[in-house]
Each structure stands twice: as structure tokens, then as C-alpha cells.
């Protein structure tokens, strides 16, 4: 099954039902739906859909016997009524005015005249010796246009296009009337000659072919060669339909042309423009679209008809209002498609009628010796205190070199910090003199000179070297822009945590430093710590060192170093300072003691003095007493290093030392805040013989126990009183009760 049939055959399918196809399509369409079971299936709904349709309409029928009636009606009139021979003669008269006029109109309206046809300027046709019209050997046997297929609504006439000349083998063929009845009718072999090539040439004529070229060349001059094209390009009769054009980077100009002609011209016009230039490629073709364009006509006529037949339904208006409808939303899509296949036909007949040519067109190279030019880019980095100052005195230095500023800039930012950007160019043998000016404006951090060769357009070595101008891209920052190269971290301790913040910020203000970020914490009063970001000028590290150490010390401290770069300085240097309190720093050293006294209590307190003495602090305290009379207290000091070996020789003189076990640690380091931790373990000495084993405490033991057991029997007596003795009373009045009542009855 071809699928190109079957497409073709959807299309046609409800023109088939309604009766509006050729004999032709007929045939091809009930071979194929022979073929097909799904075109067979829609051919069977559209004719149910026809059926239902006309039994809808039903009603509005005329009677059976109608015809018959009205025929017999009319033969029974014309029988009765005679005319009269004068009628008779008149109406034969009538009969041959009329036929005369008839062959009068048909000679002079609708045989072609003598004029000359307008053929897109070539010369006209000529009548040969057998009475044919017969064209130039110049004009081509291409079909073209008798008159617009399109109607002035814009819709396309079929009828117009059936009346198109046909043009072949250079000749042109008009109807005659007295080509059928001057003639001689009797078929003979040349007759049937002419009506074979008749016939082929008729079916080359209904051809449609599409032309379309392409070229390239190279041209002189891109603008030039465009008035040229549009010369030539009106001379055959075209027009041009779009100019695109592109500027080099070497300052040519490239671009293409898109021209319209007649088919029979585009040779012509071909051959025309090759005289541009040098032609580098050219290619010309055809495709031919007969197909779908005869697809499209069909599929045109069928929905025309379908639209006919919507519309007879819609004026007849019987049947349902639902059913009427039905038809004109039937109606609507129909004439959507109508539309739809009329500008597919419009846009294929423009493609055959006029020929497409795209022109490519590219200018050639100079073939002259090429230049040099030779341009110098001067890129500074200045430091300077006073940036406006410098960027005023530096437009002041390229005024006076004549030169020209193209940018520049002055912003200033927080914290005092100043950016100038100064972008210009002066002329070549001014840039050194100009260059050693901008030099004093500050300190040169950065200096880069780039000389840079561009050769022009051209073919050959290079004959000449130009000097342009030279390009300065300066920067103006003081040092607040510029991040420090080394960076300090710092770990301090301070008795008081916010005294310290507060006295390292004023010492930073005094140091012309610049505080980057800084916070007091002090949710946690046990634990308040403090943190300052800050850059000082490298002159003034030693004086925030003294402050550093006058507030409380430096626990720890390290630097970091990066590589040289443009936008690092080492003039200052940038602190991160961690402020901890002192009491958070761990023990250095760390001593474990136990001692035996005589008197616990007096030792914690003498232990307690002694902190005070030595200004520690008492981490932690605690006194417990046992049964056997043994007293144990254990007390935390944290004292300065420095004092700690006096302070453990006292504490040992104090009593008999049992246990004593001393560690150093070594990663904190040695200082005013280094401290020592004392844990002290004080006790009294053992007894001979323990307070809860000697003669009195038994004494007291066995007086307690006795004590107890009387106790118990006090206990028991009132519990025989309380609960014993109601209960013995209730008994025995219920047994002298029951008793006398059972001697009554005696």
C-alpha cells in the first residue's frame, strides 16, 4: 500500500462520497479503498453521516408521483394549446438572429486578435504560413501566467489558471473555430501526429518547476558591485528581495544578495553578473513540484464541493437547530482548510513564477605592501597619603603633555580609604617626560610597559612603522586599599577582659591604625571574651606590643607571610588579638600533695591565708568528717608561678607529708599569667584505738540498747491496753449474755 495514496485518499474521501470527483479519481480511490480497511472504515461513517443527513431532511421531500404529475400536466397544455404558424416563422427568425450573433460575438471577443503579446520585452509572435502563431527562437518554452490566477479578494480562480497559454516547442496554439469545422475532420496519420505532440507538449506545459541558483564572487568594491546588481537585476525585469552586508576586521565588506526573476530569465541574468568579478562557484537547480501542487488543486476541489453542499443545508434550514449546528461548525473548519490549501497553491505558484538567485559577494584583498604600528601601554600603581591631592596634580601633568584622559575615576570608600583610576594617551615622544612625573606623586608599587606591533592589511614585508599613541592606565590608592603582606595572631590574657578591649582600641586610634572589626562578649560573665581585627603601620608594632603587655600578656602568638604581590604593601602590618581572661589560662605547672595535721580546720584556713598572700585564687574547697572521728578537707589553689616553690615549702612544714607528686606542662608558656595548681589534701592522724571501740562508747552502746528494750515493752503494754483489753470486754458480756438467755426457757 503506497502512503502517498492513502494520504491522498483521507483527503479526498468526502468529495468521493458527495459525488465530486472525476471519473479518474474514482477509480484510483475505490482501488485503493479495495486495499485499505481504515480508508474503507471512514468511507463507511461519511456515507452513514450522508444518510443520516438526508433522512434528517426527510420530511421537506416532495410526494412520490409528483413528477410524473407535473410532466403529464404540461404535455396536456402543450398538446391543447396549438401555435400559430406566424409564431411559428417568428421564432425561427429569432432562432437565426440569434445564432448569428452568437458566431458574430464568438469571432471578434473570444478568437485571439493580432496583437502582439507582451512577453517580457522580447519580440512578438508571428503567424506562420498554416496560419499558427509561432515565437521567437528567443523567447523559452517555459509555461508562464496568461493573467493573475487570483481573483481581487485574493482567492484563487481554478478557471483562470485552466486558461493559461500554452507555449511549446516555440509555438503558441489558439482555439479557432475553423480549425474544427473549415477543416476536414477525417483522421489521417499527420493529423494524429499533431494530436499526440499536442498532447505531450500540453503535459510539459502543465510542469511546475521551481529554479533556484546560487553564486559566488569577488568583487572590488562591495557597494559599487550592489548598484551594478540592481542595474542588472531591473533591466531583466526582477527585483531584489534582501541585502545583507558585513564589516571585516580587515576592513572589508562581505555579503549577499537575494534577486527574483522569471525562470526564463535567470540564464540571462547569470551570465550578466558574471562580469562582476572573479566568479569562485556557481551552481543552478530545479525541483519539480507537479505533485504536490495537482495534490493541492484536488484536495482544494473537494473541499469546495463539501462547502457547496454545507452551505445548501445551512440555506434549506430544516431539521434540528443541534443538527444545523453541527453544519456550520462543519462548515467553519472547511473553509479553514479552503484558505489553507488557497495560500499553499498562491505560495507555489510564486515559487514557479519567479526564480530565486542568491548572490554571495566578498571584496578582494589589497595586494599593497603592508604598514606597522608600533603603540607602547604604560600601566602604574601609585601609593600616595593623600590620594585626591595626587590624582589633581596628575591631570595638572597630562594637560600640560597635551594629552587626552579617556576615564577617570575618584571614589572614596569606609574607614578612609580612597581609590583613583586615571586611563589617557599622549603623543609618543611625550610619554617618558610624563611617565617620571607621575613617579613623584607617590610610591611606585607597580610598574608594567608593553610595546605592542600590529601590522596593517596587506601582502608582502612591511615598508613602514608608525608610532601611535601611547596608552597610560594609572591607579591612585593610599595604603588603607592595600592589604598587608604579614599577618600577627595574637592570644592575650587580661585580669579584666573588658578593660583590656577598651584599652587596646585607644592604643590601636594612637597608632593610626585602622580597626577592621572588633567584639566584647560578655553573655557569660565567668567567661567573657573579646576579639579586635586592626592594620598599624609597621613603625608602630613595638609601641602595641608595650600596650599588649601593660594590659595583661601574650599567651601565644603566631605570623603568616604571603608572596609579594601588587596588591599586598609591607609598610603595615595586620593583628588578629584574642582577649581571654586570666583566669582561663591553664595551670604551667601542677603539684598534688598529701598532708596529716593535727588540726583539719586550722589547715584549710592557714591554706586559704596563704592564697591571699601569695594573690591565687581558691579553685575549689571541701570538708568532710567520718564516725570514727577522721577529718579530711581538700582544697584547689592556683598561684603564680613564680611564688609556688615558697608556697609548697610552708604548706609542708605545716605536717607530715604523705604524698607529693608534681607535672610540668610544657606548651603553655612562661610568664606574668603562668600559674601553678596546688591540689591539697589535708587529714588528721589514726588513733590507738578508734573512738567507737573504747570502754565508754560500749558503756553508751549497752545503756542505749537497754534503753530500747524498755522501750519495746512500754510499746507493747499500751498496745494490750488499747486493743487487747476492748476486745476481751466484748467477749465476755456476749458469753454472759448468751448464757442467761439460754436458761429462760427452763
Known amino acids: ?87 411559428k416563422a417568428g421564432l425561427g427568425i429569432a432562432a437565426a438572429l440569434t445564432l448569428g450573433l452568437i458566431g458574430y460575438l464568438f469571432e471578434h471577443q473570444f478568437v485571439p486578435r493580432e496583437e502582439p503579446l507582451v512577453m517580457d520585452g522580447r519580440r512578438e509572435p508571428t503567424r506562420t504560413a498554416g496560419g499558427e502563431r509561432s515565437i521567437g527562437a528567443d523567447h523559452p518554452s517555459a509555461m508562464t501566467w496568461a493573467s493573475d490566477p487570483f481573483d481581487q479578494n485574493g482567492k484563487l480562480e481554478l478557471a483562470s489558471v485552466d486558461r493559461t497559454d500554452r507555449r511549446w516547442n516555440g509555438t503558441h496554439t489558439h482555439f479557432r473555430p475553423s480549425d474544427v469545422f473549415g477543416k476536414s475532420t477525417t483522421p489521417d496519420a499527420q493529423s494524429f501526429r499533431q494530436s499526440e505532440e499536442f498532447k505531450k507538449s500540453d503535459q510539459e506545459s502543465d510542469r511546475k518547476i521551481v529554479r533556484t541558483g546560487t553564486m559566488e564572487i569577488e568583487i572590488d568594491s562591495f557597494d559599487s558591485s550592489v548598484e551594478r546588481i540592481a542595474k542588472i537585476v531591473a533591466e531583466e525585469n526582477g527585483k531584489i528581495a534582501t541585502v545583507n552586508s558585513t564589516k571585516l576586521a580587515n576592513g572589508k565588506t562581505k555579503g549577499t544578495m537575494v534577486v527574483r526573476v522569471a525562470p526564463e530569465r535567470l540564464g540571462t541574468l547569470v551570465l550578466k553578473l558574471r562580469g562582476l568579478g572573479d566568479l569562485k562557484s556557481q551552481s543552478i537547480g530545479s525541483e519539480d513540484i507537479t505533485k504536490q501542487y495537482t495534490d493541492f ?89 593623600d590620594v585626591e591631592k595626587a590624582h589633581r596634580a596628575g591631570l595638572e601633568a597630562i594637560a600640560e603633555a597635551k594629552g587626552r584622559v579617556t576615564k577617570s575615576e575618584l571614589k572614596r570608600h569606609a574607614a578612609g580609604q580612597l581609590a583613583a583610576v586615571l586611563e589617557f594617551e599622549v603623543a609618543p615622544e611625550a610619554a617618558g617626560p610624563l611617565r617620571d612625573r607621575l613617579k613623584q606623586l607617590g610610591t611606585v608599587s607597580r610598574l608594567e610597559v608593553t610595546l605592542v606591533q600590529r601590522s596593517e592589511p596587506g601582502s608582502g614585508r612591511p615598508t613602514s612603522v608608525k608610532r601611535a599613541d601611547t596608552r597610560f592606565f594609572l591607579s591612585l590608592y593610599n595604603l588603607a586599599n592595600i592589604a598587608p603582606r604579614e599577618t600577627v595572631s595574637i592570644q592575650l590574657v587580661a585580669r579584666d577582659v573588658a578593660d583590656g578591649y577598651r584599652a587596646l582600641r585607644e592604643a590601636v586610634e594612637k597608632a593610626r591604625g585602622r580597626v577592621n572589626g572588633a567584639q566584647l562578649n560578655e553573655t557569660d560573665r565567668l567567661n567573657t571574651t573579646a576579639t579586635i581585627d586592626f592594620e598599624i603601620p609597621r613603625d608602630q608594632e613595638a609601641g602595641i606590643l608595650a600596650a599588649m603587655n601593660a594590659i595583661g600578656g601574650v599567651v601565644s602568638r603566631s605570623s603568616s607571610r604571603i608572596p609579594p604581590s601588587e596588591n599586598t604593601v ?165 458469753t454472759k449474755i448468751y448464757r442467761r438467755f439460754r436458761k429462760k426457757p427452763a
Open 570 to 734: 609591607d609598610s603595615k602590618i595586620r593583628v588578629l588579638t584574642a582577649v581571654m581572661d586570666a583566669g582561663k589560662v591553664p595551670p604551667r605547672e601542677t603539684l598534688s600533695m598529701e598532708i596529716e595535721v593535727a588540726e583539719v580546720e586550722k589547715a584549710i584556713a592557714i591554706l586559704r591565708s596563704l592564697s591571699d598572700e601569695f594573690k591565687g585564687r581558691v579553685v575549689d574547697s571541701h570538708l568532710s568528717r567520718e564516725k570514727n572521728g577522721r577529718v579530711t578537707g581538700k582544697i584547689v589553689l592556683d598561684l603564680p608561678l613564680s611564688s609556688s616553690a615558697v608556697a609548697a615549702d610552708r604548706i609542708a612544714a605545716m605536717g607530715s607529708v604523705r604524698v607529693a607528686e608534681a607535672a610540668k606542662n610544657v606548651s603553655v608558656p612562661d610568664g606574668t599569667f603562668a600559674v601553678a595548681r596546688l591540689t591539697l589534701t589535708v587529714s588528721n592522724s589514726e588513733r590507738i584505738v578508734p573512738s567507737d571501740a573504747g570502754f565508754w562508747f560500749q558503756m553508751k552502746k549497752g545503756l542505749a540498747t537497754s534503753f530500747v528494750a524498755a522501750t519495746w515493752s512500754v510499746n507493747l503494754i499500751v498496745i494490750g491496753i488499747c486493743v487487747v483489753l476492748p476486745w476481751a470486754l466484748v467477749l465476755w458480756g456476749g
Open 297 to 385: 488543486e484536488s484536495r482544494l476541489r473537494a473541499a469546495r464541493t463539501m462547502e457547496e453542499r454545507l452551505l445548501r443545508i445551512i440555506k434549506e434550514g430544516k431539521g434540528d437547530i443541534k443538527d444545523l449546528l453541527q453544519a456550520e461548525k462543519e462548515l467553519g473548519e472547511w473553509r479553514t482548510k479552503i484558505e489553507a490549501l488557497e495560500g499553499e497553491i498562491r505560495y507555489f505558484a510564486n515559487l514557479v513564477a519567479q526564480s530565486t538567485l542568491t548572490i554571495s559577494l566578498f571584496e578582494r584583498e589589497i595586494l599593497s605592501p603592508p604598514g606597522v604600528i608600533e603603540s607602547e601601554q604604560v600601566q602604574m600603581g601609585v601609593e600616595s597619603e
Open 1 to 87: 500500500m503506497n502512503r502517498s495514496d492513502h494520504e491522498w485518499t483521507q483527503d479526498q474521501l468526502a468529495a468521493h462520497v458527495a459525488d465530486g470527483l472525476s471519473a479518474e479519481e474514482r477509480v484510483r480511490i475505490e482501488r485503493h479503498l479495495a486495499e485499505c480497511s481504515i480508508c474503507r472504515s471512514e468511507a463507511e461513517e461519511l456515507r452513514e453521516f450522508d444518510r443520516s443527513v438526508g433522512e434528517l431532511f426527510a420530511p421537506a421531500r416532495a410526494k412520490v408521483g409528483l413528477e410524473e404529475r407535473v410532466l403529464a400536466r404540461l404535455r396536456s397544455v402543450s398538446a391543447s394549446k396549438k401555435r400559430p404558424l406566424i409564431l
